[in-house]
């Protein structure tokens, strides 16, 4: 009988092991479905799926690396997924493979999420070039989801060069997309005067591109008044990267005006940082950046499913929200029930 059941687990094994190697083997021939198996499989939390997608990330790591990794937040209504989507048609008039990874915000409430980043950029989501993925954010801060740089890797895999993610808007906690990509762009458009009064100081800091979307018909002398405010705050603040002063450029999304000379800072940026080795040596703090951010997410999972652990969180919850208890010394007491059993 045990034996069976061994047998039994080493063909799913197996198996297992077979549909990986297909999956990488699909995804170096750029098959479009099996990269969305293949995100689907990273995104999953459960625990065979992690196990998979391991094993596939570690096939196709040798075909990863070589695309330029960017990522574009902003406020709300500045335009974002108006401006990726030409951003994009012109990448690949430019010979590019764009892909989009868009993280939506998901409901604290019910947990759904929007998903509609497809509807927004119809004309990018059709061209054979491109490849869109929304994904919900989850409880994850900073804007992505925490198996964004997961998904990076396989859609290099599957042969984009050019990857943009989308974060969720501008807040306190949306700067973990900069530490996952080689360039770092901030959208903003007019807003009467006071668009500075809205930005993040850290954000700005961050920045290694500011783009005054939306700089056209009745809001054009806005935005250019907006671009001078900028440049003038940008001079205050210590540049993103060494030998690199964050520019600000203007665009009309709506039209295309300044899209090609968004592009041309972009290659420029990669150019600049290539040739100085900050482009490698971010690569090298980001990767150590992920290897402890996982591991942190890895064990406060493991606390919070412990059974000794479980047994005690309501007890200790209810104690801290009450005052009986400090939050420091609740801690103490989880991680102590979690070291002894």
């Known amino acids: 009988m ?12 197996a198996t297992g092991i077979d549909d990986v190697a297909r999956l990488a083997d699909a995804l170096d021939a750029g098959d479009r479905r099996a990269l969305a198996r293949a995100i689907t499989l990273v995104e999953s939390s459960r625990a065979d799926h992690r196990e998979r997608a391991e094993a596939l990330l570690e096939r196709v790591m040798p075909s990863t690396g070589k695309s330029m990794r960017l990522g574009i937040s902003g406020a709300p209504g500045v335009g974002k997924s108006t401006f990726i989507e030409a951003f994009g048609l012109h990448a690949i008039a430019e010979g590019h493979r764009v ?3 868009a993280v939506d915000p998901s409901s604290k409430r019910g947990g759904g999420s929007i998903l509609g980043d497809k509807t927004r950029m119809e004309n990018l989501s059709n061209a054979p070039e491109a490849f869109i993925r ?11 989801a925490r198996r964004t740089r997961e998904a990076m890797l396989v859609t290099e895999a599957a042969g984009f060069d050019v990857i943009v993610v989308e974060t969720v808007g501008v807040g306190q906690s949306e700067t973990a997309v900069a530490d996952m990509v080689d360039m770092f762009i901030l959208l903003t458009s007019p807003a009467g005067g006071d668009e500075l009064q809205g930005i993040k100081r850290g954000i700005m800091e961050l ?5 005054v979307n939306k700089s056209d018909g009745a809001l054009l002398s806005a935005a250019n008044r907006a671009a001078a405010d900028y440049r003038r705050a940008l001079q205050l603040i210590r540049p993103s990267s060494p030998k690199w002063r964050t520019p600000v450029a203007q665009c009309s999304a709506l039209d295309g005006k300044g899209i090609p000379e968004t592009w041309n800072i ?8 290539t040739a100085n080795g900050t482009f490698a040596t971010r690569r090298q703090e980001q990767a150590r950046a992920w290897l402890w951010s996982e591991a942190t997410e890895t064990l406060l999972a493991n606390l919070k499913s412990h059974p000794g652990v479980g047994k005690r969180i309501e007890e200790i919850e209810k104690a801290v929200a009450a005052g009986r208890v400090s939050p420091t010394a609740g801690a103490r007491r989880l991680l102590e029930a979690f070291q002894k059993s």
């Not at 929304?134 to 992505?144: E, F, K, R, W, Y």
């Not at 972009?266 to 940082?273: G, I, L």
């Open 266 to 273: 972009v290659e420029r940026y990669r150019t600049a940082q």
């Open 134 to 144: 929304p994904s919900p954010a989850g409880a994850t801060l900073g804007g992505v």
């Open 207 to 211: 920045a290694d591109l500011v783009v």
């Open 2 to 13: 045990n034996s069976g059941r061994s047998a039994g687990g080493k063909a799913a094994k």
């Open 99 to 101: 892909a989009v990874l």
